[in-house]
């Protein structure tokens, strides 16, 4: 097998490439796997579209269903995609405000990572005649990230896309 990553750059990956993995239906961080970003100099954005997320309503239990988009510019280490799969996985059975999802998975991600900024977009289907897309976003501490972040959250969804498929 030809790669480009030494074994001890991907000895925290042991989900990916797995057949027996199991899928928890609760809420469970832990299952969360890092790998070393090779480029820590570069700026760049990282973009997950998430269109199978479900969780269920904290006082009816009834399921939601989302959209879940998480946009990150990492620092020194990054989010494997597999585990990052059956983390979205796990609120299946978790009863949560969409508001408090967006948030849990962002400072999740930020506890795992330490990402330069992160943004988590929820886009909600209707449950009773109304859809919740909840933002939240978060800029590293005294870096431009900082600032960005909050001119991000300040401008955004100021020019909302039309809604015509849920």
């Known amino acids: 097998m030809s790669t480009t990553r030494k074994p001890e750059e991907r000895e925290n990956v042991t989900l990916l490439g797995q057949a027996g993995v199991k899928y928890k239906s609760d809420y469970a961080p832990e299952v969360l796997e890092t790998f070393v970003n090779k480029h820590p100099g570069n700026d760049y954005f990282v973009k997950f ?77 209707p449950r009773g005649g109304i859809s919740i897309d909840p933002y939240c976003n978060y800029g590293k501490k005294g870096t431009k990230w900082e600032e960005v972040a909050f001119d991000r959250l300040t ?11 849920r």
Not at 52 to 74: H, K, M, N, R, W
Not at 95 to 116: A, Q, R, S, W, Y
Not at 155 to 165: A, C, F, R, S
């Open 49 to 125: 579209n998430c269109p199978e997320f479900t969780s269920l309503c904290p006082i009816t239990g009834q399921p939601d269903f989302a959209t879940i988009y998480i946009s990150y510019v990492p620092g020194e280490l990054m989010v494997e995609s597999k585990s990052l799969k059956l983390y979205l996985f796990s609120f299946r059975n978790h009863g949560d405000f969409h508001e408090d999802c967006v948030n849990i998975i962002m400072k999740d991600l930020i506890k795992l990572m330490d990402p330069k900024y992160i943004e988590v977009w929820g886009k909600f289907t």
């Open 155 to 165: 401008h955004h969804d100021m020019y909302p896309e039309k809604v015509d498929n």
